[in-house]
């Protein structure tokens, strides 16, 4: 054996989100050896939400950075911390689950996946030319930038019209541009944006390209059922089009769906025993915080069931150094 | 046909508890017409939780009725409410679920079984006779009535270890009965009872009769792998053995577990395509207020969906009322 495997932990959890940090907490409480690895610090998705008022027990609305500080805060208070790493791939074998990451390697009996879910891009020519230049895909983010402005808004989901009415309150108008000829969102949100006087909509209709040299000066739609085609004259393109899951680095280890999503038992079990999964990086996710905290919370104990009737492993670190 | 059957609703939700007010929370931004059944004006269990600190995102511990109103007004602020009512019957067919409760009949084209769960008893000579007079399920609401006296309390879960921890800083002292030699606690609460200085353990026994007249005086233990008998002196007997899913009033409608927990997969659906389950109530869930919430987010999330996609069956209320 060329180099002595990493300290055994009891448990390993990918990703600071809502489901990560849940699962912190109870692994803290539960007094599991747990890290906890995040590459940013915590907090996920909630760092890039405006607003959250349907997590249930808030009192009154919240900035999302502020409710991943909370939850960070809770997870420390019970004695799991953050490591700052991501993980760039995993093996696993009947006792123990192995994570490589940028800056080190992580050894643990079990495994929570909690690496949630990233925008989907338009993939049309100029987008990625002008990222950061007027294409954003966070409101929350970037949506000061635009005061005075006209933007475009692409998406017809929850997400799409959350950030339409954020956007709304800051720009002077916004057009959601759908493919579709009505709003996927909650109808309390749809009802919202139809109401505000400064958006409008675009439905039926794709971007075929993003236009602009130094910074975004227009998008060109095409209308999904006639085939015309025309220019809106938009200083900002927001892109709200769906979600990927943070899956790549797992290779073929567990089982994913179509949509690289990570597949479950009700027990967030995956297709490795040692193997769990939380929030929105696991199929059938509803993506809301409240579930991935859910998620989180059941992971954990039924890892700490798991781990409770078992002997652990020897600990083949410990073994190496006293034994030739 | 005999009468007017009742208005039809979108969605009923029974019981108001962490998953029925956190169904009621998504129900009412979804803009669903929700009716929310509960015989006690809500809360559930987390009436009679003295201390919660695990719930994700809570910056300090939290009395469960305070929670639980937290809970109800954000509900109740989205636009759905409380009916005073519990069922005693439900039926189902392809398009709508009856309920039948002790006020009043419901109609929803969904339905969201809520009901949680309630406390196991030992039924032991004495037991039943005694409850109110020193025998009780719930340290939080009658611990204040043992102060400066000995208490046993019978069990070895999470529910029981936090019980005696709650009953120590009351009562003069805590005998922890349990029948097997070791806690499933979690480990910190574990910790705490081992290291308070007025609890102790009666390990691997069973409590076979509760002493007493007017009042609880006494618990008769046996020892189960010697079979000795003793009597502990005690004027307060606190049981947490178990919990029973309330789930009776569903006949043979969907399938059960053999505990009689709400079997659902992992959308929170049961085995009738408009009736889901959510927290407590159901199979496999860890009894978590996190999970309820997560279970009554997904269940609710997923029924939006199922109604956006069909069109809704003629209200017959309505119809009977302009037909001969």
Redesign the interface.
Known sequence: MSSTPPELHDLIILGGG?AG??AG??AG???LDTLVLDAMGGGGQMNIIDTIE??????AAMPGPE?AR??R??MER?GASLTFDQAESVEADDDTVSVTGAYGRYRGRALIVATGARHRELCVPGEERLQGRGVSYCATCDGAFFAGQRVALIGGGDSAVKEALFLSRIVDHVTVIHRRDRLRA????Q?RAFEADNIDFAWSSVVTEILGEEKVAGVRLRQVDTGEQRTLDVGGVFVFVGVLPNTEFLGGLIDLDEGGFIV????MRTSHPRIFAAGDVRA?S?R?I?????????AV??I?QMLDTETPPRDLARVCEVEP
Chains 1, 2 share one sequence.
């Open positions: 809502a940090t849940a907490v109870y409480r539960g007094r349907n997590y249930p027990g808030l009192t409710l909370q939850m805060e809770q019970f909650e109808q309390v949100m009802e479950t038992d009700i027990d059938r509803v809301q409240a579930t991935a905290v859910g998620d989180g919370t059941t104990l039924n700490q």
